[in-house]
């Protein structure tokens, strides 16, 4: 086992462990940790635990130090330099008339890189846009194409439900989705009512997936638009609540009823 602390760079970012040496770290603060792009500025999420040797990525590296007013400071002055960052390389997208649309731009901690980040249809020449960034900061300069999930990451927004995006607010990763879950969760199948602002099918789709999916196994539901037979007659199964493991049944009379699945039996194709 080893002790760890949790460190996030970003807002709903992914958590990294890190090593606290001696320390006395907690939760909520701020620190100065060598990463592989530099030393970086982050937040401590997860105060210190044991985690088994398979859960860490090797070599674990150390927290260097505490963030102090100072460096607090630098943070603020490096984010007012992305800004203007920002400005410049839209700037220079504009004049080399590149099919690229800028999303964010972050600087690592110590000025030792700039990273751009950029959405675009397909494979962007940017060569010579980097040298003009470079000849500007005098820095090393990164531009990296993200997806459109990363782009509604980063920059926010509120979905159909009326919240923030869940991917903005608390999802450090995202997991695959598939329609078959909308399918489990007797959701339309209509896109525009399964899909994310990113134009991808939503997150949450996958929260409750596990539960519907082992209760489908558990018991078999009626087939919506099948002949059933019931204890009060004959009908057709107009819809199926896989959460409550319920059916509603048009009887051929005109009635409609609720019933649970053990109770309906499908009639066979004749």
Same mark, same amino acid.
């Given at each position: 086992? @080893?002790?760890?602390?949790?460190?996030?760079? &970003?807002?709903?970012? &992914?958590?990294?462990?890190?090593?606290?040496? @001696?320390?006395?770290?907690?939760?909520?603060?701020?620190?100065? %940790?060598?990463?592989?792009?530099?030393?970086?500025?982050?937040?401590?999420?997860?105060?210190?635990? @044991?985690?088994?040797?398979?859960?860490?990525?090797?070599?674990? !590296?150390?927290?260097?130090?505490?963030?102090?007013?100072?460096?607090?400071?630098?943070?603020?002055?490096?984010?007012?330099?992305?800004?203007?960052?920002?400005?410049? *390389?839209? @700037?220079?997208?504009?004049?080399?008339?590149?099919?690229?649309?800028? $999303?964010?731009?972050?600087?690592?901690?110590?000025?030792?890189?700039?990273?751009?980040?950029?959405?675009?249809?397909?494979? $962007?020449?940017?060569?010579?846009?980097? !040298?003009?960034?470079?000849?500007?900061?005098?820095?090393?300069?990164?531009?990296?194409?993200?997806?459109?999930?990363?782009?509604? +990451?980063?920059?926010?927004?509120?979905?159909?439900?009326?919240?923030?995006?869940?991917?903005?607010?608390?999802?450090?990763?995202?997991?695959? %989705? #598939?329609?078959?879950?909308? !399918?489990?969760? =007797?959701? #339309?199948? =209509?896109?525009?009512?399964? #899909?994310?602002?990113?134009?991808?099918?939503?997150?949450?789709? +996958?929260?409750?997936?596990?539960?519907?999916?082992? #209760? *489908?196994? +558990?018991?078999?539901?009626?087939?919506?638009?099948?002949?059933? $037979?019931?204890?009060?007659?004959?009908? !057709?199964? $107009?819809?199926?609540? =896989?959460?409550?493991?319920?059916?509603?049944?048009?009887?051929?009379?005109?009635?409609?009823?609720?019933?649970?699945?053990?109770?309906?039996?499908? &009639?066979?194709?004749?």
């Amino acid at each position: 086992m @080893q002790t760890v602390v949790g460190v996030r760079f &970003k807002k709903a970012g &992914k958590i990294y462990y890190f090593d606290p040496g @001696q320390m006395e770290l907690k939760a909520g603060e701020n620190v100065i %940790v060598e990463t592989a792009r530099g030393l970086e500025h982050g937040q401590i999420v997860i105060g210190p635990r @044991q985690v088994s040797e398979e859960d860490i990525v090797a070599p674990l !590296k150390t927290v260097q130090r505490k963030a102090s007013p100072i460096d607090m400071d630098k943070v603020k002055e490096n984010t007012a330099k992305e800004e203007e960052a920002f400005r410049v *390389c839209e @700037q220079k997208i504009q004049a080399h008339n590149l099919p690229m649309k800028l $999303i964010d731009v972050e600087y690592t901690f110590d000025v030792n890189k700039i990273i751009f980040y950029f959405t675009a249809e397909g494979r $962007i020449d940017f060569r010579e846009l980097v !040298k003009d960034l470079a000849a500007v900061f005098r820095t090393r300069i990164e531009l990296r194409q993200i997806g459109v999930r990363d782009e509604a +990451k980063m920059m926010g927004g509120i979905g159909c439900c009326g919240r923030s995006l869940c991917c903005a607010t608390f999802l450090g990763d995202f997991e695959p %989705v #598939s329609i078959r879950m909308a !399918k489990e969760q =007797n959701l #339309s199948l =209509n896109p525009t009512k399964i #899909s994310g602002i990113c134009g991808r099918l939503m997150c949450c789709l +996958k929260y409750e997936s596990d539960y519907y999916g082992h #209760s *489908c196994k +558990k018991v078999v539901a009626p087939t919506a638009g099948r002949k059933v $037979i019931t204890v009060d007659g004959e009908g !057709k199964v $107009i819809s199926v609540s =896989n959460n409550k493991k319920t059916a509603t049944i048009l009887l051929d009379d005109g009635k409609t009823l609720v019933v649970p699945w053990e109770e309906v039996v499908e &009639k066979e194709d004749e």
